[in-house]
């Protein structure tokens, strides 16, 4: 079953450094999604791509966090100077084109990751 | 930020009862309503995407009402097992393009 994977599951890093995460959507899907989740609350969305381009990055997002989907096909989600309010989980999404909001997001397991 | 509201943030119920959850949303430029299922340790599954006023939508025991103008929908579970024990989320999105996901519900149930 070729899901969404994200790698890696867990990320334990120092404050102040850099982390990047992958994912890898489902083959045929153009839209991919970021979200941030922490403790109680739903997901929070950042950003998502149709194929390649990035259409919208959420107002929250600081200067700290940039992603890429270089060819439309796998994405990277960085962020720099690390703070401790970055720890969470994050959530990345992929769905069909077309009619996108009408398609259901397929979500991989996260990756997790954790500010020392 | 659209704010999207789930109740109850929890819930304990008896395998066998029926339980119901609300999601309440902007009742203003709505473009679609996602259910989706979140299990301990894996990964959200969608289970319903909602796009018209009166849509209702049945996987099982499962199903699920919209109602745009009000801005809510209901999530039904008919003859609760075990297995469905997990957080139910909704999203909410008024363009198809951003979501925005209510804080869930989470559902135990009993054997």
Same mark, same amino acid.
Request: charged fraction near 20%; aromatic fraction near 12%; hydrophobic fraction near 30%.
């Given at each position: 079953?070729?899901?969404?994977?994200?790698?890696?599951?867990?990320?334990?890093?120092?404050?102040?450094?850099?982390?990047?995460?992958?994912?890898?959507?489902?083959?045929?899907?153009?839209?991919?999604?970021?979200?941030?989740?922490?403790?109680?609350?739903?997901?929070?969305?950042?950003?998502?791509?149709?194929?390649?381009?990035?259409?919208?990055?959420?107002?929250?997002?600081?200067?700290?966090?940039?992603?890429?989907?270089?060819?439309?096909?796998?994405?990277?989600?960085?962020?720099?100077?690390?703070?401790?309010?970055?720890?969470?989980?994050?959530?990345?999404?992929?769905?069909?084109?077309?009619?996108?909001?009408?398609?259901?997001?397929?979500?991989?397991?996260?990756?997790?990751?954790?500010?020392? | 930020?659209?704010?999207?509201?789930?109740?109850?943030?929890?819930?304990?119920?008896?395998?066998?009862?029926?339980?119901?959850?609300?999601?309440?949303?902007?009742?203003?430029?709505?473009?679609?309503?996602?259910?989706?299922?979140? @299990?301990?340790?894996?990964?959200?599954?969608?289970? +319903?995407?909602? &796009?018209? *006023?009166?849509?209702?939508?049945?996987? #099982?025991?499962?199903?699920?009402?919209?109602?745009?103008?009000?801005?809510?929908?209901?999530?039904?579970?008919?003859?609760?097992?075990? @297995?469905?024990?997990?957080?139910?989320?909704?999203? +909410?999105?008024? &363009?198809? *393009?951003?979501?925005?996901?209510?804080? #869930?519900?989470?559902?135990?149930?009993?054997?």
């Amino acid at each position: 079953d070729t899901g969404v994977s994200q790698d890696p599951r867990h990320k334990i890093t120092k404050r102040g450094q850099n982390v990047t995460f992958r994912c890898d959507p489902i083959s045929e899907h153009n839209r991919l999604y970021w979200y941030r989740q922490t403790l109680g609350q739903g997901p929070e969305f950042l950003t998502y791509f149709q194929n390649e381009a990035q259409l919208e990055k959420s107002r929250l997002l600081s200067d700290r966090f940039s992603a890429e989907r270089p060819k439309g096909s796998f994405s990277t989600l960085e962020i720099q100077r690390t703070e401790q309010g970055d720890s969470a989980m994050y959530l990345c999404a992929s769905s069909l084109g077309g009619l996108s909001g009408y398609q259901p997001q397929h979500f991989g397991d996260g990756t997790r990751l954790s500010i020392l | 930020i659209l704010n999207v509201e789930q109740s109850p943030q929890s819930l304990h119920v008896q395998e066998g009862d029926s339980t119901n959850f609300t999601c309440s949303f902007p009742s203003s430029n709505f473009y679609a309503l996602h259910w989706y299922r979140w @299990e301990t340790a894996k990964s959200p599954e969608a289970l +319903f995407v909602m &796009t018209l *006023n009166g849509d209702e939508k049945k996987k #099982g025991r499962i199903s699920a009402t919209l109602n745009t103008k009000e801005g809510y929908s209901y999530l039904y579970i008919k003859g609760s097992q075990p @297995e469905d024990s997990a957080t139910y989320l909704c999203a +909410f999105s008024n &363009t198809g *393009n951003q979501f925005y996901f209510g804080t #869930g519900t989470s559902l135990t149930v009993i054997p």
